[in-house]
């Protein structure tokens, strides 16, 4: 009976070791049978695991901070380029127009080329605010026929933000450095301090000329226009057959008019070397013409044979 007691004892007690196991390491299934004390330590005392608990619902949401797409962002650093090709049967109107507009929005003309008389044409390089660049744009299309546009937009934040922290530091770097030289006694200190301070003013430079030009560029967007004056503007839906059989015999009119009245103002302009020339090669034609008429002409009065016995 005491064996038995023992026994019955002995196995009581294993069971109890073994429950209290259990339930002192409740994540031991979840690491694969390793329980470690120092994790429990690690998940008590770390701020970073603590904080969301603390911040978030036990709801299976996101909490802000883990979402990137909860919130736009709107700082971005874009330079914007836009390129029209448009044309139209106003053409001095147009340019007064837009001249007008760019003035009105704040911008300005970077560069400017005009070519042809009879036809002309202008391709400028025009500088925009960037928040008023859809304004100038809805311009030229309301008042030209524009046949072709493209836009652009490069992302350079990551260029705008590292150049602002190379300035950063390289300020800090030269207060330092300035505090050093005011302070050193020695030449030797002396002269490798102010070495270093001139790289360093290089940099800071050549950084904060980078800087001002990315601003310049995300500030102004840049349009490149071209512009050419037509009689007949291209339509911008699919043209026809007989739509281009009229256009295209309209154009090789005007063209072979064009041809023509360039050939009468290059022989009006002209006409004092061809009638110079003119007269000095009808002069040499005309001598050699009566040189030879000299040469083979027969005799008149030819002298008779002599007469035999």
Known sequence: MKRYLSLFLAL????????GCGSSAPEAAN?????????????????????????????????SNS????????GRKL??????????????????????TIT???????????????RRSC?????????????????????????????????VTLEYVDTEAKI??????????????????????????????????????????RLRTLANQVSYATVNLYLREVEVLTPVEEPTVWDRITKGFSENLDGLGEDLTNIFVWIVTGSPYLVFWGAVFGLIIGLIVRANRKKYKAPKNPTPPPATE
């Open 12 to 19: 009581a007690l294993m069971a109890a070791l073994l429950t």
């Open 31 to 63: 690491k694969g049978g390793y329980y470690d004390m120092a994790d429990d330590a690690m998940w008590e005392t770390s701020p970073a695991m603590n904080a969301p608990m603390e911040s978030g619902k036990d709801d299976g949401s996101l909490t």
């Open 67 to 74: 979402s990137l797409d909860s919130t736009p962002d709107t």
């Open 79 to 100: 330079i914007k380029t836009v390129h029209l090709t448009a044309e139209t049967e106003t053409y001095d109107d147009l340019i007064a127009a837009i001249n007008g």
């Open 104 to 118: 009105e929005l704040g911008g300005y003309v970077e560069s400017r080329e005009v070519s042809g008389s009879r």
């Open 123 to 155: 391709s400028m390089t025009i500088r925009i605010p960037a928040d008023k660049l859809d304004l100038f744009v809805s311009h030229v299309r309301e008042n030209a026929n524009v046949t072709n546009s493209t836009e652009t937009a490069l992302d």
């Open 168 to 209: 950063t530091a390289l300020e800090t770097e030269q207060a330092r450095l300035l505090e050093l030289l005011a302070s050193a006694e020695s030449l030797d200190d002396i002269l490798a301090i102010e070495a270093r301070l001139s790289d360093v003013t290089y940099e800071l430079e050549r950084y904060a000329s």
